[in-house]
């Protein structure tokens, strides 16, 4: 099994979008859940959300960095979701500079929508789009 660190935008003024990426990353970590067994998805914003929420924690990059950054090290490869806002997100560029400082695999998750399917593509090659926050 490969433990896969998925990155990806989280601050957002609007609380319905970071809704929105919630909804998301529970969706992307199910559909690999249901479609590949021998890959573990760790979304530091989906499995934190809540129990920081609840218990009153920082919600900023600094409090949770050194921990992201430990679990990026234990995973085999880091995933960034390319959704809306990913590029100019601040953890998304400290996680990415991060993973190629310990040449950690990154890869770029890439949402392929149409209308008989839903499929996400993986690929090395920096995205210059975001992909579309379709839930």
């Known amino acids: ?21 919630i909804d998301k990353y529970a969706s ?10 021998n890959l573990y998805l760790f979304s530091p914003i989906l499995q934190c959300f809540h129990v920081a929420n609840q218990h009153n924690l920082p919600h900023d990059f ?11 090290k234990k995973s ?3 995933w960034v979701a390319t ?14 500079e991060y993973a190629e400082s310990i040449q950690k695999e990154v890869l770029y998750l890439v949402e392929d929508t149409g209308p008989l399917y839903h499929n996400y593509i993986l690929t090395d090659a920096r995205p210059v789009h975001t992909s579309p926050l379709i839930i």
Do not use: C
């Open 1 to 21: 099994m490969r433990l896969i660190y998925l990155a990806g935008p989280y601050t957002d003024k609007d609380e319905q979008v970071v809704q929105r990426r």
């Open 83 to 96: 959704f809306p806002g990913w590029q100019e997100s601040y953890g998304v560029s400290q996680e990415l």
């Open 62 to 72: 600094a409090f949770w960095a050194q921990r992201d950054f430990f679990m990026i």
């Open 76 to 78: 085999a490869a880091m």
């Open 28 to 37: 992307v970590v199910a559909h690999f859940m249901n479609t590949s067994e």
